[in-house]
Every structure is written in C-alpha cells, then in structure tokens.
C-alpha cells in the first residue's frame, strides 16, 4: 500500500490515469485504477468550488457516491472528486461523523509539494513547522508572553487539531477522530520544538463522540511527569494554569482581546461575566480601572482566579471575584440598578451542539427560546443555524 502510495502525488494531478483492462466502463475504471486501500469521495455537482476555496469539511450531504472496495474506514486516507469524478484533493475519512472528510491537501498543494500527499507523518511536519513559523513571525513566545495557541484547527489547515502552549507545556486538544489516529505523529511533530518538554492531551470527549470515538477508546498518552499546574505570562500579567481546567486549560485564543480591555479601562468600574480565572478582570485592573468584579459559577476557575491577584500583587480592594450564577447576578444587579463603565461577557455555549439538538426533536424550540432569551435576542428555530449557536454573546445596555 504504501508503495502505491508513493506512486499517486504525479498520477493524481492526473486524475488517475492508470492503465486498465479494455471494455470496461469509465467509472470501472477509475475504480480499478484506485490503489489498494484508497476510496474515492465524489461530491455532487456543484458541491465542489466551497471546498476549492478552503473549507476542509465535506458534510456528507455533499457526497453523492464512494468509490473503491473495500469501503474507506474512519481515519482512512481517501481521494475527493468533484462530480466528474475528477481528484480534487484527499483528506481523512470519518463513517459516521457529519463531517465525511476533512481535507487535508488540495490538488494544486500536492502538485508544488509531492512529499506531503498522502503522508500525513511529513503533512504534519510541514504544518506544525509552518505553524510555528507564523507564531515565531508575530513575536510568539516573547520575554512577557510564553502563552500562546501554536496550531488553531482550521487556520493552520489542521482541522480538528488545537495545540496550546504554556511555557515549556504543550496541550493537545482533539476534536476529529483523525486526530486520535495520529497521536504519535502529532506528538513527534511538537517534540521537535526545543522548548517543549512535555505533552498533555486533552480530548473533547463529547464532540468525539459525535465523530464516532467513545471515551473508553480514548489512550492515555501524556507522561506521568507533566505537572498538573503551571504558571505562564501572557502580555506581562502572571496567570496560574490548572491542565484539568476547562478547555486546554486557558483561553490562549483570547490574548489580544484581553489586552484591548485593559487600553480602555482606566478609571472605569468594570464587571467580567463568566470570568473564569479572571483573564479579562486582571487586564482590566492592570490598564487602571478603579473597581473589578468578575463572577463566574466554578469554585475551581475563581480559586485560580483570586492566586492571580497574588501573582501580580494587585490590590484586592480593587478586584473582586464572585461564586454566583452569571444570570442570576445580573437580574440582581438589575433589582439594585447597578451599571457598570464596562462590562466583558464571555459565555459558554448557550445552545446544544448541532448534532444533539437535531435529536431533541419536539425540545428544539424550548431550548432556542431559553437561549434566546438568556441573552436577551430572539433566535428564530426556522434559521437553520439557529439551534446551533456555541458561542452567543449577551447584550448589555
């Protein structure tokens, strides 16, 4: 298989051509001169230019046939065609996932570069060094910031891969199943980086499951000796880092919205809702607001939360941090009329993922409604998105 591997970058820039046995049909053909082991996905007309253009993720109602025996298997490399059954590029198959394929390279990448088609060991190489490349270019790691997102999913043509840095820790979360086929290979790409010297894995269980990956099949694959807790400066500020914390354990996507709070805050009373470990109220007081309150539910994130105040030997008179529901505080602050100079709203996810909410059925639009209503903007259950919100922001006046 992989000798035929090898053979497919300068034959796939011509749609297979292989010889075959005469009086068979065109699509026999092309089926016939697949390598062992290969499938390919053809889109249905018209499918195609989203996916030309950049989008990885072929949703299977995009596919309209597979071609190749035997059937691809989730985390098998599979060649897409457009509807003329013409390669489009080839990518990583899921059998049960709404994302059939995620594309991994396009036909005009693997025509400049042949090395990487088909091999994802030398693929995440180059993109992982790409990655790093880019961070390197924005000043990432600097002398006030060793914390900072190295692969971020899609925008570093990795779909399914966020790698996070803190410090001399790397933390790998996985969201593809793919993912958790390459582990190895993704771990010896991170390892390659000088300053790295342990690797931690966080696993979203619950989008896993949706890409048909149960928790029992999850491996272990961070050393024993990777510390639990680490400390990290982002843009000058000190911040305590728990690795069982929410998501890889810090928003390291947030840094430049951080540091835009703390340039207008001076002098202005300032509430972080859903502050977590305080991200956004510690910038807050650093750029000179005169009063901080940041609330969140999680006894964890706000014990984090108030050891950043001691790392950074701010004034806890200034900065305060509350255990209380986000919504409940807020009709409270209502009741008082309170208002703040500034207020940062960062919620999770209001709404089930796609999957789970398009299983509720006659639930749909009670849920709509409650998240609509949670942040005070009507969600209409006929838009198809609608039901799929992970992120709404609530509006403050």
Not at 75 to 91: K, N
Not at 192 to 199: L, W
Not at 240 to 255: C, N, V, W
Not at 316 to 329: Q, V, Y
Request: charged share 25%.
């Amino acid at each position: 298989m992989l000798k035929n591997m090898q053979q497919i970058p300068s034959r796939f820039m011509k749609s297979l051509a292989f010889s075959s046995p005469p009086g068979i049909t065109i699509r026999e053909e092309i089926t016939y001169s697949l390598p062992k082991g290969i499938a390919m996905v053809v889109l249905k007309k018209g499918k195609t230019q989203l996916f030309k253009k950049g989008s990885p993720m072929v949703y299977s109602g995009a596919v309209d046939r597979i071609l190749g025996r035997p059937p691809p298997r989730t985390g098998d490399i599979v060649l897409v065609a457009d509807g003329t059954e013409r390669p489009i590029g080839w990518g990583l198959y899921n059998s049960v996932s709404m994302f059939c394929v995620r594309l991994m390279q396009l036909e005009e990448e693997a025509t400049r570069d042949p090395s990487c088609a088909f091999n994802m060991k030398k693929l995440l190489e180059a993109r992982i060094d790409a990655a790093r490349e880019l961070r390197e270019s924005l000043g990432l790691p600097s002398a006030n910031t060793n914390a900072y997102r190295l692969v971020n999913s899609e925008g570093d043509r990795l779909s399914g891969l966020i790698v996070d840095v803190f410090g001399d820790i790397a933390v790998i979360a996985s969201s593809a199943a793919w993912v958790e086929k390459y582990k190895q290979e993704i771990e010896a790409g991170i390892s390659r980086i000088d300053e790295i010297n342990h690797i931690f894995w966080r696993p979203s269980v619950e989008i896993l499951k949706e890409e048909g990956i149960n928790s029992s099949e999850l491996k272990e694959m961070h050393p024993s000796t990777c510390p639990e807790r680490t400390k990290v400066m982002e843009n000058g500020i000190f911040y305590a880092i728990s690795l069982d914390g929410q998501k890889t354990g810090f928003y390291a996507d947030q840094r430049e919205n951080r540091q835009f709070i703390s340039t207008i805050s001076g002098g202005k009373k300032v509430l972080d809702i859903f502050c977590y470990s305080g991200g956004f109220a510690l910038n807050a007081a650093r750029g000179g607001a005169v009063n901080v309150t940041g609330v969140d539910t999680s006894l964890p994130a706000l014990e984090l939360a108030k050891e950043n105040i001691v790392l950074n030997d701010m004034d806890p008179r200034r900065i305060t941090f509350l255990r209380e529901d986000a919504m409940e505080f807020m009709k409270g602050a209502l009741s008082r009329n309170e208002s703040w100079d500034v207020v940062v709203v960062d919620p999770p996810k209001l709404a089930p993922r796609r999957k789970g909410a398009a299983s509720m059925a006659g639930r749909k639009i009670t849920i709509l409604r409650q998240a609509g209503a949670a942040c005070d903007h009507p969600i209409d259950p006929s838009y198809p998105e609608g039901a799929y919100l992970s992120n709404v922001f609530l509006r403050v006046l």
